[in-house]
Structures are given as C-alpha cells and as structure tokens.
C-alpha cells in the first residue's frame, strides 16, 4: 500500500509489518518547511495507529536524506505566517516580537522530534547523502540511525550565528569534544566517524541500504509490542536522566537569545546566508 500526502512532500508505504515513511521534496534536497513536518506527525500517528505496523522507517526520496530546515526555497515558513496548529495559548501573546519564532520553533522543530522520539514503537532512520542541521534533528530522534557509506552528518548552524540546531542532542549522541567539533568547524562527519562516535548503529552499501534496513525493522518487528515499547521507554528515560531533556530545554533559550541578537542587529537567521551561501561555505 503506498500513499502520498495531500502535497506529495511526504509519502507513506507499508512493506510487511514495516512503514515507510519518506521526505519528498528532493528537488530541494528535502528541506522542510512546516507542511513537511506536520505532514510527517500525520504519517508516524497512522504508523502507530496501525495494529498491524510493528517498526517504521523514516527515510528520503532523492539524492539526500535531507538538506535542514528550508531556508531558501518559494515555499519556506515565515514566522508571522505560520499557521500555528497546537501551541494556541501563544496566539494571545501577540505576534510582534519573539514570540511568533519562539512558538512556532517549539512546536514544529523541539517540539515535534521530541514526539517523535517516544513513538510507542520503534524507528529507524535510513539515512543517505546529506543528513544537515534539521536533518539530522529527525535522524536522532530515531531509535537507530543505518547509514549507507556515502551518508554525511553536519551542523553548519554556527554560520548563521546560532548554537547548534533546536533539537540539541550533539553531546549526548556523539560526546562534549565530538559535539563542539561539529559545532565549531561546522564539517562534514563521515557515516563511518559517526559511527565510531556511536552516533550511527550500521553503514552499510548504498546499494545494500534498504535491504539491509527493512530485514532489520522487520527482525525488531517481531519482538513483542509492549517489550519494545517499554524497552525504548526505558532507554530514553535513560538518556533524560543523563540530562537530555533538560540541556535541550535550556539551549533552546540560547538559541532563542541568537536569533534576537540576529534580529536587532538586522539579519534573519535563517534565509540570510541562504542555502546556496551555506552550501559554499561547507565546500
Ligand atoms: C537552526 C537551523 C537549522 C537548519 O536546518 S538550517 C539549514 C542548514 N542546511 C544547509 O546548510 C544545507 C545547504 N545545502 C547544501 O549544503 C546542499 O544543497 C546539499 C549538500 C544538501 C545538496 O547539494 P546538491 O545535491 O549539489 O544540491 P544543490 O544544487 O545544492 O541544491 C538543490 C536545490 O535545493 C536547494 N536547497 C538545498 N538545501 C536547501 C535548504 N536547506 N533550504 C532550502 N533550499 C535548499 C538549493 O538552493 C537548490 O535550489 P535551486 O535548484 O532552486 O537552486
């Protein structure tokens, strides 16, 4: 069974007891702009609320897994625009200053992976070609990371001014000295450093890449439901107590503070540097 969203910019397939789900802009390299990301909440709740899905994958169509956040193309968010879906009670702060961003950022970027990342069933982030900034964010919101040799991982957001992506997990899914490399240089890590980081589980072939990824969600799909759901409980509970949740949380005021530091001298954040100046820059 394959679906596609309304837009088309995201698609929904079901293989065995396996969901596949993949980004679908690649003429854009899959920058997401909120269609995107609310398109993709949709398909994870038909994943979950399908009795008969036992594991999903989350993957891109095209040459990359995906290019960020969309900083640059017609259809890119702009923060007075936003269709605000969910965080309602920031509709009645005004819409002049912060708070516009700050809603928005909360729902659609924190927001969102954080849900993603306690799906009840588990996730596997199929990653090839770039995997940048916002990209990564959905990669490591995923329970396991498979990547093909010619994956790549980078946080350029450095360039814009800002500390790294909203979904601040770098020195918990790669370690503090890994994380300020990423973030200081702004590089381009190898699938085969992220996985000696232990921040990629497999690197596989590219051409070996869906095999390899679909007979896994399938293998995991066998295990009992609630097992797995309480052992991914148990893992991020893990991760929270190590500080996850609360770093996040507090870095996402510094990104905040970045983006007005960017607003009162005079640039926007994102659309400044533009995603062919921050392709460049990454050469
Ligand atoms: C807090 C912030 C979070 C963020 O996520 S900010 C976004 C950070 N992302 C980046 O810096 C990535 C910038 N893009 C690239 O580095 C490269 O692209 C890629 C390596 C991903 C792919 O390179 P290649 O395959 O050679 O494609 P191409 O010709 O550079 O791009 C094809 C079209 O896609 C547009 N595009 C690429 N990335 C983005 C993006 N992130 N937002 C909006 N558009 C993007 C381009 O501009 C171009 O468009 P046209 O065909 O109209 O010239």
């Avoid at 269609?35 to 038909?46: I, N």
């Avoid at 909360?106 to 070609?129: D, Q, T």
């Avoid at 232990?198 to 066998?222: C, D, F, K, Q, S």
């Avoid at 996040?248 to 983006?259: C, I, K, P, Q, T």
């Amino acid at each position: 069974m394959t679906l596609n969203d309304s837009d088309g910019v995201v698609t929904y397939e079901v293989r065995g007891t396996t969901a596949i789900i993949r980004l679908n802009r690649p003429e854009y390299r899959n920058a997401q702009n909120s269609k995107m990301t609310y398109a993709l909440d949709a398909a994870f709740t038909r994943a979950v609320e399908d009795d008969a899905v036992k594991a999903i994958v989350l993957a891109g169509n095209g040459k990359h897994f995906s290019a960020g956040h969309d900083i640059g193309t017609p259809e890119r968010d702009a923060d007075q625009s936003f269709e605000r879906k969910a965080v309602v009670w920031w509709d009645h702060v005004g819409a002049e200053g912060v708070d516009s961003r700050f809603a928005r950022e909360s729902e659609v970027y924190l927001g969102m992976c954080r849900r993603w990342r306690e799906l009840p069933k588990p996730v596997i982030a199929m990653v090839h070609g770039a995997c940048i900034a916002g990209g990564l964010m959905l990669a490591w919101s995923c329970d396991f990371i498979v990547a093909s040799e010619d994956a790549f991982f980078s946080d350029p957001v450095v360039r814009m001014g800002i500390p790294g992506v909203e979904y601040f997990a770098h020195p918990w899914v790669t370690n503090p000295r890994a994380a300020k490399e990423m973030l200081f240089t702004g590089d381009r890590f190898t699938a085969r450093r992220a996985y000696e980081l232990g921040m990629v589980n497999h690197v596989v072939e590219r051409e070996l890449l869906e095999e390899h990824t679909l007979n896994l969600a399938e293998r995991i799909g066998a295990m009992p439901r609630l097992g797995l759901a309480l052992a991914k409980k148990a893992v991020n509970q893990s991760e929270d107590l190590q500080g996850l949740r609360a770093g996040m949380d507090s870095v996402f005021g510094l990104h905040h503070a970045a983006h007005a530091h960017n607003a009162e001298v005079g640039k926007d954040s994102l659309a400044g540097m533009g995603a062919k100046n921050m392709a460049e820059a990454a050469k």
